[in-house]
T-cell receptor, first 115, second 109 residues
Framework: ETGVTQTPRHLVMGMTNKKSLKCEQHLGHNAMYWYKQSAKKPLELMFVYSLEERVENNSVPSRFSPECPNSSHLFLHLHTLQPEDSALYLC??????????????FGPGTRLTVL | GQNIDQPTEMTATEGAIVQINCTYQTSGFNGLFWYQQHAGEAPTFLSYNVLDGLEEKGRFSSFLSRSKGYSYLLLKELQMKDSASYLCAALDSNYQLIWGAGTKLIIKP
């Protein structure tokens, strides 16, 4: 399944580094999402973009900065992260976030470790 | 508040049947999803229920009772490849997914 791809798959960074996560969807969807997945915790929705506009920002610290240049690409820019930010970051896409029940399709995630 | 409860871990035997339960409390309800996630991989869509009853899809079935705020995922003829985490998620009145922490299913030979 290559509908949603994410790079890199693994990332180790120091607290003073700046890095970016990339997501690309090949499904023709209009909505894209960033989630944080920590061990034994529910998925935490971070950001939602619909038709390239941010429609949700769930009180995420400013050290996480999303960017959606078009409906196929989504980035998560990271800077001055904390060790507690270490987690699996999942990208997802769906047909149309604002049109009702909508199945989300996920990428394989980026395993982030902050030292 | 909004909440999803599902068991943390379950163990079953190859060839057997297992039922993974999920209870939900949400502000409004627009359906319930089940996803499968193998270790280190993407969650993949299994089922969506919005009406009461059982929906069967091959070896997997999903049940919903809206009045009880309850769903289960039934896996038959278990195979080793079914070892994975199973995520339950309810769609609230704003069409936002409320996720459970997942149930890790271990299949033994």
């Amino acid at each position: 399944e290559t509908g949603v791809t994410q790079t890199p798959r693994h990332l180790v960074m120091g607290m003073t580094n700046k890095k970016s996560l990339k997501c690309e969807q090949h499904l023709g969807h209009n909505a894209m999402y960033w989630y944080k997945q920590s061990a034994k915790k529910p998925l935490e929705l971070m950001f939602v973009y619909s038709l390239e506009e941010r429609v949700e920002n769930n009180s995420v610290p400013s050290r996480f900065s999303p960017e959606c240049p078009n409906s196929s690409h989504l980035f998560l820019h990271l800077h001055t992260l904390q060790p507690e930010d270490s987690a699996l970051y999942l990208c997802a896409s769906s047909q149309n976030r604002l049109a009702g029940p909508d199945t989300q399709y996920f990428g394989p995630g980026t395993r982030l470790t902050v030292l | 508040g909004q909440n999803i409860d599902q068991p943390t871990e379950m163990t079953a035997t190859e060839g057997a049947i297992v039922q993974i339960n999920c209870t939900y409390q949400t502000s409004g309800f627009n359906g319930l999803f089940w996803y499968q996630q193998h270790a280190g991989e993407a969650p993949t869509f299994l089922s969506y229920n919005v009406l009461d009853g059982l929906e069967e899809k091959g070896r997997f079935s999903s049940f919903l009772s809206r009045s009880k705020g309850y769903s289960y995922l039934l896996l038959k003829e278990l195979q080793m490849k079914d070892s994975a985490s199973y995520l339950c998620a309810a769609l609230d009145s704003n069409y936002q997914l409320i996720w459970g922490a997942g149930t890790k299913l271990i299949i033994k030979p």
